[in-house]
């Protein structure tokens, strides 16, 4: 039997710093500058092929919407800014008629109108929007807060990436062009902001330098080569460099089910930093790897802001393309997200065996997670000696298969960690076990050769709503031995369709005796 596709809509609004430059049209009437309009549509990437299956009209404006088909269920989206000064008026248009809808987060309380084909509805401030119709592919719609003092090619410090000869359309590899302009900006701190305009700019693995500041024009791509033999672990990475900035309104893209996959590569992040302090990375579309998205490992203050990852999420079970992982790291966080992953959405990890490095001081802020796996989570990899003072605040799950999981596999010592105004919407009922919204253990017996000797203790869960029965859903809290056991586990306001959970029975809660301390 053939699953039916899912059909979400996403809408992000983005807040950040610098503006991105480079509007395709404007939606004010008077043709006022950017600072005026109340949208701006941004133009679509090179190449990009036309969805087939939507069209989207903004403030009466039609907007083009963008087909990643080459995922294993083809993606849609649309790029724009938005300044929340009035309201802005969404209307979706499908091939066929209409039947149901549903509007995410649910707590925003956005209503919509079905005419026929139509979806309409408007919004009166920034924030992420989310609408499922009926069992069509999932159409996004990116929008950004219009930025302000967006870098321009005559101010001082600033390097065209033309200049270096580069092919803008994609047709050369430009891997070698591209190296020597990112070593030229980091031995020259006068010229050490390197502007991309709109255009496909192909590539093989990059190596980042220190003192670096890249900006991606709306409608610059930075494409990845489909040959293996191209890359050595990543597409961009990032060792042992400090301050770093990449910024803009354009796109990363991995290539990986666009011939990278099939040319025999599996383990090629997107972005991979190693050793690494001082790194932001704030508003492009990071897309299409053929593993994890982003890796953070043995470094520090690694911020990313207002990204939009994509990642190719399959109907049934999941491919290994995690989002964003936090690995043997330190202060270290994501706020203003929008993850679409076939493996986990936001993870917390200590691959570390040097006995060097900790986990600590991480936090995912304003993040919407879509995904076939786990939301939040904190392992299976947890072989450095702490992972603590762990935050996971304000997350929307649309969809996952668990929502938040602690995974105790190696030997840490887990301990102070909140998930506080985390909101599931769906589950996924495929695989043997069944789906969960909390789900901790310590375990010795797994998918992989594990120890259990992990240590788990202060956990806060506060605020969690689950917008649907448990029916074949459940909760497990679960030690290993007296030893390696959890300990000091609070659940506060955890919600049922708005039913309060005050016991383990009431939440289909499974406990053994290697648990104590839990509350509620």
């Known amino acids: 039997m053939k699953k039916k596709l899912t059909g979400i809509i996403v809408i992000l609004f983005c807040f950040s710093e610098l503006s991105l430059g480079g ?69 979706v248009l499908v091939p066929g008629r209409i039947h149901s809808y549903r ?13 026929g084909n139509r979806l309409l509805f408007s919004l009166y401030k920034p924030g992420y929007v989310v609408v499922k119709v009926d069992s069509l592919e999932y159409l996004f719609l990116l929008i950004d807060e219009p930025e302000v003092n967006p870098p321009v090619l005559s101010d001082p410090g600033v390097k065209n990436i033309l200049d270096y000869g580069v092919d803008r359309a994609g047709g050369r590899l430009e891997t070698n062009t591209l190296q020597q302009a990112i070593d030229d900006a980091s031995a020259n701190p006068s010229r050490h902001l390197l502007y991309f305009p709109a255009g496909e700019y192909r590539t093989g693995e990059l190596r980042m330098k220190s003192n670096v500041f890249i900006y991606l024009e709306p409608g ?16 961009i990475r990032f060792e042992n460099v400090k301050h770093v900035r990449i910024m ?33 990375i704030d508003g492009p579309v990071l897309r299409d790897p053929c593993f994890w998205n982003t890796r953070v490992f043995r470094s520090s203050a690694v911020h990313l802001r207002n990204l939009k ?57 304003k993040v919407i997670g879509i995904s076939n796996s786990a939301a939040a989570k ?30 105790g596999f190696d030997s840490s010592e887990i301990r102070d960690i909140l998930v506080s105004g985390m909101r599931v919407e769906q589950v996924v009922y495929q695989g043997k076990e069944k789906p969960r919204i909390i789900d901790i253990e310590v375990t010795d ?17 506060r605020n969690m709503q689950v917008y649907f029965p448990l029916k074949g859903v459940e909760m497990q809290i679960l030690g290993r031995t007296p030893e390696f056991g959890i300990r000091g586990v609070a659940i506060k306001g955890l919600k049922v369709q708005n039913r309060l959970i005050n016991s383990c029975s009431a939440g289909h809660i499974r406990i053994n005796d290697f648990v104590s301390g839990l509350t509620f």
Not at 309 to 326: E, K, Q, R, S, Y
Request: a positive charge; one cysteine or more.
């Open 23 to 91: 509007p395709e049209r404007d939606g004010n009437s008077n043709g006022s500058p950017l600072s005026g309009p109340v949208f701006v549509l941004y133009p679509s990437t090179p190449r990009a092929l036309k969805s087939d299956t939507y069209r989207v009209m903004i403030n009466g404006q039609e907007a083009f919407v963008e087909k990643l088909a080459r995922f294993d269920i083809p993606v849609h989206f649309v790029r724009l800014a938005y300044n929340g000064k009035q309201s802005l008026s969404v209307e």
């Open 103 to 115: 509007i995410s987060p649910v707590k925003n309380k956005v209503k919509a109108k079905k005419l």
């Open 220 to 235: 610059a791509v930075i494409k990845g080569s489909s040959k293996h033999s191209d890359y050595k672990e990543s597409l």
């Open 248 to 280: 803009g309104r354009g796109t990363i893209d991995g290539s990986g089910w666009d011939g990278l996959r099939r040319d025999g590569a599996k383990e090629i992040y997107l972005l991979f930093l190693s050793g690494c302090q001082d790194i932001w």
């Open 309 to 365: 990852i994509i990642n190719n999420c399959p109907a049934l079970n999941w491919t290994n393309t995690d989002g964003v992982d936090f690995d043997s790291s330190t202060g270290c966080d994501m706020i203003n997200a929008i993850m679409h992953t076939g493996d986990d959405n936001m993870v917390v990890k200590g691959l570390d065996t040097t006995g060097l490095y900790n986990t600590e001081q991480i936090r995912f802020e």
């Open 378 to 407: 904190i392992g299976t990899e947890t072989s450095v000696k702490q992972i603590q003072h762990i935050a996971f605040r304000d997350i929307d799950v649309v969809r996952c298969k668990r929502a938040f999981v602690i995974s």
């Open 445 to 461: 017996k797994s998918w992989r050769d594990c120890t259990g000797r992990c240590r788990v203790s202060d956990i806060m869960i």
